[in-house]
């Protein structure tokens, strides 16, 4: 998930055996903050008081590989049912009670599988290596999320949680669900009219991303991607590390490529890619929405930053989730992704990864998965 975006939550919202004792992560996590606070008191979560907490234990969810039978048993046996502990995690980590859990239809897992099979080969080993399980949440408030857990060794595993509604809707659909989710438009109120607002009212953000061979995909097909990303880089270390949790001190930005030259610190660009309204910056209802207005401004800024999307500016780990997913939708199914901020038929501002030079230098480095 989106990944960044709940993790500190989910950190945060973990924080609940301990009121709600802390951060669930995994892809992202939206809230996050490696602190957890308790009524009476805050103060620092080491990594192994992490590896400690109830949610974090893999048994908890799943039995671990080796005792699985078949080892590793085959990614569509991976699909379960999410156990209570797992969904009442997600509850209090979300603070909602609307999450449910059901198994996949046959359709599901075969259309998870037919995206799955044209994935980079690097990230299919991962992926398989390390992701215990994989859960639909009905109502889950983003497309997915790849949350970490541990065995008794201290090894880590990964948990896969998806949106069913990104099986049902195209990925047209589902892009423009969640670019819009962080744009509300201000309601053209007595109170706006007495202060001077003007409230423009036909103020629309629209999303394009056909595929060059005429092919409909559905939103699980960038889902799967961004998530796939999140699960590579954190075995991998593709960024210097996904939550500030892990960080022990010897990475920083510098440590790796792909961060160097653009990012200071976790959630913090140089100075030179940063603009006004990113750190406000959320989705799918994690965090209040930006008024509409400033979707033209933002967009604009964009144009002359090497960012994928909005929302890969909001920490190194979706900045590479999201430069990786477009790259590879690109290069692999010919999928352009343009946002237009419209005011009525008037173009105010528009975006496109694939038309940004910026962004094209960075993709590079990727050429080496398309073997």
Known sequence: MDHCNRKTGAVLASTALLKRLMLATGAVLLLFGLLYSCATRQQSLTLEDLKQLPERQLAQYIEPFALAGAFPPAVADRFVEAPAQALDYMRRMDDTDRYFSRSPTTGEVSLFMQYYRQLPGQFRSVFEERVAAIYLIEGFMGGGMTDFVFDDNGEMFLILYLNPTIFESTLQ????????????????????????????????????????????????????????????????LQTPFIEQLFSDGSRSAASTAFTATVWAKLREPLPEWDFAGRKEISAYGLGPALPMEQAAAMYTALQTRPFASLYGTLSWSEDYAEAFTWFWLKQRYGIDYQVQVLEGSELLAEYSPTQNPLLQKRWEAFIIYTD
């Not at 423009?176 to 706006?192: H, K, L, M, Q």
């Not at 999303?207 to 097909?221: F, I």
């Open 173 to 236: 659909q589902w892009l423009e669900y969640r670019d819009n989710s962080s744009f509300a438009a201000v309601e053209n109120t007595a109170a706006n009219a007495a202060v001077g607002v003007a409230t423009p009212t036909a103020l629309s953000l629209k999303v394009s991303c056909a595929a060059s061979d005429g092919r409909q995909y559905q939103g699980l097909l960038h889902t799967l991607v961004h998530e796939s990303v999140h699960v590579y880089d954190y075995i991998t």
